[in-house]
């Protein structure tokens, strides 16, 4: 089979990360103090992450999706405004998503390999890797799972389909991004009845109409039919209520749909690029267990604010070289404390507040938290808590500061 080759090509052995325990979240108060987690979000480099997770999960992970830079040699911010006009993009508010800028192609796909070569060692015996790229690198990655796992290994090249506006006048418009799939054993995960999607009307007519239709093979129209490898899902458009404002967010039932045909219930589902958190997010309201990661704290915390939606108990860590602070408390905060009420007077624009409301002064562990509405509406200034004898309070602004209050 052909092979790639780069300057340089070769696997190294990365240094593995310091792992440490930032907190230990219950959405609202779900299963505290003692219910264990269920996922784990990592800050940090994911290469580092991953080599320290390797003692523990080499050949356990179930599903990987992995969404990495696609090589466009951009930068990419986040909206972090409310109530803006989305046809006026000069008067967002914005701040840093994350680059996707590289010195050559040579850099980019050194940076895939690794990676990859990591991912390959986490998967289970059963397991599947989903590479969700588009047309500037997808052919280079091709060739890269073909050596990591073999080219007998390849399962789907899936193309998603969506619309969208297109600068794009002297050739047809480039809206389709490619998702790779390799799979590690011959026992791996399909389930294609969780996946069944309606035959189209026009198929239902036909099989109605004569008796003849498909060769006199008659499928089963109510059962409905597995999906081909062409999907169509809108992406989420500035309007859209899955909308977080991270930059290339991916839609809830495109990962979906990749959740329910490659793993089960109880399984263990990864993603080493989790951005703004569709993939654990969907991983956990389907009963999975989750890993995800992501160097960038905004994509931390824009995961963390979308699965406290769900009664799960998650770990936020970080590699200790990717520290997580907080500030002393500023006095534009005011916090006022009763006996079973926290409340604020504040006019700063905070994104998220949490409590500890029993802080033993080495893991936060949230019980409580308030964060500003995605779409419109204020963050609030009140939580319902019953207060022990040492209380912690954590802040974040929409700028992204944070600051800690221990009582």
Known sequence: MPSIHWTGKHLATPKPALLTIDSIVHPNGFGYPKAEPTGRLFLGDNLSIMAALLPEYEGSINLIYADPPFFTN???NARIGRGEDSRKPDEWEIADGYHDDWQDLDEYLDFLYQRLALMYRLLAPNGTLYLHLDW?????????????FGADKFLNEIIWAYHGPSPIRSAFNRKHDTILSYFKGKDYTFNADA????YNQNTVNTFKSSRKAGFGKIPDLDRGKVPEDWWYFPVVARLHNERTG????????????????SSNPGDLVADFFCGSGTTPLIAAKHGRKFI????NLRAIYT???????????FNIEHDKSFKISYSILPKSIKVNLKKDLISLDTKLDLDYWEVDPAWNGKTFKSAIQAKRPVRSGNLPHELKI??????CIRFVTIKGRKYQLNV
């Not at 995961?303 to 799960?312: D, F, H, I």
């Open 74 to 76: 951009r930068k990419f």
């Open 246 to 261: 991270y930059p290339t967010q991916k839609p809830n039932a495109l990962l979906e749909r990749i959740v329910l045909a």
């Open 136 to 148: 500037h690198a997808d052919a280079y990655a091709r060739l890269i799972l073909d050596e990591l």
């Open 195 to 198: 996946v069944r999607e309606p």
């Open 303 to 313: 995961a963390r604010n979308r699965l406290v939606e769900l009664p799960k108990v």
């Open 386 to 391: 019953k207060i022990g004898s040492n209380v």
């Open 292 to 295: 995800a990661c992501d160097e």
